[in-house]
């Protein structure tokens, strides 16, 4: 199974400022004969399911900001939150979706306000 | 409004058996694989089971094979799960989710998950 990791657990910073979450996988998920990555990431706030942010890497969502951005290729991805807003406190995971069964989910990175 | 819509968690004895319901409404369910995540009280997500559109392909996470079985009525657009010889370690919140039409991975059944319901409880506890 791929498994994929996450850093840090957690993070905290003020509003406004950026906020990095990085996801890594134990092997690559890019496919090259579409030259895409199989890799999402989804916000949870508490006691809500979660939510589809950014899709093959770097997709975001249809209605979701543009604060929220997603990069990399390969086994090493970023989430970016560009201006932390206060509705933006959750867990953020990301997930491959290149291997299945199963596709793998991160640990979990909580984000909240400095 | 586009949404899915779990039911039939509850408390169960270990070895027992529980059938989990997923109704979907707003969208042509028959086009979309749906898979089920749980997560566990506390802790994070696991995929556990998808189908494809037609049912025709399925996957399991090994911890639940030859236990858990997904199936699906699409002249009901309804998603079920038979979890059978049911074991503490399978207490968790169970959401079905769709498969994101953008983002399908070659395994129809899985791929970003862009519509999630808000879960049911199943507790196996003695």
């Known amino acids: 199974d791929f498994v994929m990791t996450q850093s840090p657990d957690s993070l905290a910073v003020s509003l406004g400022e950026r906020a990095t979450i990085n996801c890594k996988s134990s092997?690559?998920?890019?496919?090259?004969?579409?030259?895409?990555?199989?890799l999402a990431w989804y916000q949870q706030k508490a006691g809500q399911p979660p939510k589809l942010l950014i899709y093959?890497?770097?997709t975001r969502e249809s209605g979701v900001p543009d604060r929220f951005s997603g990069s990399g290729s390969g086994t090493d991805f970023t989430l970016t939150i560009s201006r932390l807003q206060a509705e933006d406190v959750a867990v953020y995971y990301c997930?491959?979706?290149?291997?299945?069964?199963?596709?793998?989910f991160g640990p979990g990175t909580k984000v909240d306000i400095k | 409004e586009v949404q899915l819509v779990e039911s039939g968690g509850g408390v169960v004895r270990p070895g027992g058996s529980l059938r989990l319901s997923c109704a979907a409404s707003?969208?042509?369910?028959?086009?979309?694989?749906i898979s089920w995540v749980r997560q566990a009280p506390g802790k994070g997500l696991q995929w556990v089971s998808g189908?494809?559109?037609?049912?025709?392909?399925?996957g399991y996470v090994d911890s639940v094979k030859g236990r858990f079985t997904i199936s699906r009525d699409n002249a009901k657009n309804s998603l079920y799960l038979q979890m059978n010889s049911l074991r503490a370690e399978d207490t968790a919140l169970y959401y079905c989710?769709?498969?994101?039409?953008?983002?399908?991975?070659?395994?129809?059944?899985?791929?970003?998950?862009?519509?999630w319901g808000q879960g049911t409880m199943v507790t196996v506890s003695s």
């Open positions: 989710a769709r498969v994101s039409p953008s983002a399908i991975a070659v395994a129809e059944f899985v791929g970003a998950f862009d519509i």
């Open positions: 707003g969208f042509r369910f028959e086009d979309f694989g």
């Open positions: 189908i494809n559109w037609n049912g025709g392909s399925t």
């Open positions: 092997q690559s998920v890019f496919y090259s004969p579409n030259n895409k990555n199989y």
């Open positions: 093959w890497a770097s």
């Open positions: 997930q491959q979706y290149y291997s299945s069964p199963p596709v793998t």
